[in-house]
């Protein structure tokens, strides 16, 4: 060790002993430089259903629009695989990356990985633990809906349409992630102290068509005196109508079915009658992402969160709005 070192050691190791927490490289984000063109990572979560596809595509069409070079991911439904995608990321040194979380905490990690290696991150329609991750030193900003708002509007629909007692199965989305945790509180809380309104049981369905049925059927067997069924997603919905038709069941009048996305097929199912009321969740994501990137590269303050409005599809006006749901 050069003498030089040898002090530089010693001083740190003084600090240390003081218990200063001696910090390696700069707090704060990663600067991006003005180009016109990048190399942007998108680090999709799992590829499964319509929302996912259609968020896909208007990441990709934006970025051919602009003529960058999108490096895609599916990390397949594993946060495991999204971690190590947003590693090769990180080793293919893109400029930015476009992160979906599929859970909130082991993707917190994969956050500061990338801002510790230079590289800044934009979370899109997942967040992640805030007590892990933050807003404007870990991450740019957080681009997506308000899910504890889209669960209230459920349950203040719940409250103003039930006539009578609700006795509720919860369809619970991808354990672990921010839509499913906000969705339920939102639900949770605007039912919340109502003596008319009791949920029988939550359980996850993962966000996916055949599991909800799965878990429905199971569920159904043990409360056959549900009428609500409230699913985080449309794909679970659209699960629980085929468990409750092949249990003997109408779904939407001998059950309500409450559901958040807005996909076209669920739209069709609240024209059919089969669902009563969906909260909109747009996956259209491509336009805002990059105009975001842009701006940020252009050292404009962002703000921390950027919140999608999100539409509602009721029997009144689904038949004219369908023709717009993704
Ligand atoms: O509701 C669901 C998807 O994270 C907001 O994830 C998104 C949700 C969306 O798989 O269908």
Request: charged share 25%.
């Amino acid at each position: 060790m050069t003498p030089k070192r040898r002090t530089l050691t010693i001083a740190l190791a003084a600090l240390a002993a003081t218990g200063t927490t001696v910090v390696a490289f700069a707090q704060g984000l990663p600067k991006l430089a003005q180009k016109k063109t990048y190399k942007v990572g998108f680090a999709q979560t799992e590829s499964n259903n319509p929302w996912r596809i259609a968020q896909t595509k208007s990441m990709q069409d934006e970025a051919k629009k602009l003529g960058y070079q999108l490096v895609y991911t599916d990390a397949a439904g594993s946060a495991a695989k999204q971690v190590a995608d947003v590693d090769s990321m990180i080793a293919q040194r893109v400029d930015a990356i476009f992160l979906a979380p599929r859970e909130e905490k082991p993707l917190a990690a994969a956050v500061k990985k990338a801002r510790a290696a230079g590289i800044p991150v934009i979370l899109l329609d997942r967040n992640v633990d805030q007590s892990l991750a933050k807003a404007g030193n870990d991450y740019v900003t957080f681009i997506g809906s308000d899910f504890i708002q889209e669960g209230q509007r459920v349950g203040n629909w719940l409250k103003a349409n039930m006539k009578g007692q609700a006795r509720i199965i919860q369809l619970l989305g991808t354990t672990g992630s921010s839509p499913a945790n906000d969705r339920r509180k939102g639900f949770e809380d605007a039912i919340k102290g109502n003596a008319n309104m009791k949920i029988l049981a939550s359980q996850t369905g993962d966000f996916a068509r055949d599991k909800g049925r799965q878990v429905m059927e199971t569920l159904l067997q043990a409360h056959p005196d549900v009428n609500v069924v409230y699913a985080h997603n449309d794909e679970m919905a659209i699960g629980a109508i085929a468990a409750l038709e092949a249990a003997g069941k109408k779904p939407g009048k001998d059950v309500m079915v409450l559901s958040i996305d807005g996909g076209r097929e669920a739209v069709q199912l609240v024209v059919d009658g089969k669902i009563n009321y969906v909260v909109e969740c747009n996956p259209r994501f491509g336009p805002k992402a990059f105009e975001t990137l842009k701006q940020y590269a252009a050292g404009q303050k962002i703000p921390t969160k950027i919140i999608n409005p999100d539409k509602e599809y009721t029997p009144q006006n689904a038949k004219a709005l369908l023709s717009s749901a993704y």
